[in-house]
């Protein structure tokens, strides 16, 4: 093998007992500007006398949880905005893709199969009631049909329904039913002269959607979705 021609390394400073100590000395404000610290130190315990209560490791102790409850609640946070941040770049996503619809058919297409994809979903519909005859103004491929009547029975007075834990419903989903197992129900209304509508997205994680969530992105959606079709069929308000 061939001779080593590196610098030898420098061994490493250690330091001592003495040195924290006069670091400390000098930075007394140290531990209040790094307080998550103080849950990695052992105080000293202190013998005040016979009947007499130490507060210094309750009050240590108090501060530890405190620490963690904090660092805890900022991994919370982080977390729940990097999922909002997440869902608001899909909904942008999938708005571009509505607009870039060629014709009303494939609008329509892009609707009840494209958006699955985009929201990282498993079922996306289009969902119409009936009017007791033809269906106007709706292409009836990939179109969910169902009684009149059946849209306000699952919304109620709410514009989006939020549903966790469930078995998806056949007359909603069809043939993908079996998938869901949490959804989001959000009323479309596009014009007077077009029967009630309602998105439906389906998922099989069972607490994708469920109650407490924000909704504003995915009525934001549907606001979108009402706007586009009126444009293709050049429907009133």
Same mark, same amino acid.
């Given at each position: 093998?061939?001779?080593?021609?590196?610098?030898?390394?420098?061994?490493?400073?250690?330091?001592?007992?003495?040195?924290?100590?006069?670091?400390?000395?000098?930075?007394?404000?140290?531990?209040?500007?790094?307080?998550?610290?103080?849950?990695?130190?052992?105080?000293?315990?202190?013998?005040?006398?016979?009947?007499?209560?130490?507060?210094?490791?309750?009050?240590?102790?108090?501060?530890?949880?405190?620490?963690?409850?904090?660092?805890?609640?900022?991994?919370?946070?982080?977390?729940?905005?990097?999922?909002?941040?997440?869902? +608001?770049?899909?909904?942008?996503?999938?708005?571009?893709?509505?607009?870039?619809? +060629? *014709?009303?058919?494939?609008?329509? +297409?892009?609707?009840?199969?494209?958006?699955?994809?985009?929201?990282?979903?498993?079922?996306?519909?289009?969902?119409?009631?009936?009017?007791?005859?033809?269906?106007?103004?709706?292409?009836?491929?990939?179109?969910?049909?169902?009684?009149?009547?059946?849209?306000?029975?699952?919304?109620?007075?709410?514009?989006?329904?939020?549903?966790?834990?469930? +078995?998806?419903?056949?007359?909603?989903?069809?043939?993908?039913?079996?998938?869901?197992? *949490?959804?989001?129900?959000?009323?479309?209304?596009?014009?007077?002269?077009?029967?009630?509508?309602?998105?439906?997205?389906?998922?099989?994680?069972?607490?994708?959607?469920?109650?407490?969530?924000?909704?504003?992105?995915?009525?934001?959606?549907?606001?979108?979705?009402?706007?586009?079709?009126?444009?293709?069929?050049?429907?009133?308000?």
């Amino acid at each position: 093998m061939g001779r080593e021609t590196g610098h030898p390394q420098r061994p490493t400073p250690t330091l001592s007992p003495e040195d924290v100590c006069a670091y400390l000395r000098n930075h007394p404000d140290f531990l209040a500007q790094n307080a998550d610290l103080v849950h990695h130190l052992t105080p000293p315990s202190q013998d005040r006398g016979r009947g007499v209560v130490d507060l210094q490791s309750f009050m240590l102790e108090r501060l530890r949880g405190e620490v963690r409850r904090l660092k805890a609640e900022q991994r919370e946070l982080i977390g729940t905005s990097r999922a909002n941040l997440n869902s +608001q770049n899909r909904i942008h996503a999938a708005v571009l893709f509505l607009l870039d619809a +060629q *014709s009303f058919e494939h609008l329509i +297409q892009t609707i009840t199969t494209d958006l699955a994809v985009l929201l990282d979903l498993d079922v996306a519909c289009l969902v119409v009631e009936s009017n007791g005859g033809d269906i106007p103004h709706v292409h009836t491929s990939g179109v969910r049909v169902v009684e009149p009547g059946a849209i306000a029975e699952r919304l109620g007075r709410a514009d989006v329904v939020l549903n966790r834990d469930i +078995q998806g419903d056949p007359e909603i989903y069809g043939p993908g039913a079996g998938l869901v197992r *949490s959804e989001a129900l959000i009323r479309i209304h596009v014009s007077s002269e077009t029967p009630e509508g309602m998105l439906a997205f389906g998922s099989r994680e069972p607490d994708t959607f469920h109650t407490g969530q924000g909704t504003e992105l995915v009525g934001f959606l549907a606001r979108v979705v009402e706007r586009i079709i009126r444009g293709w069929l050049e429907l009133p308000a």
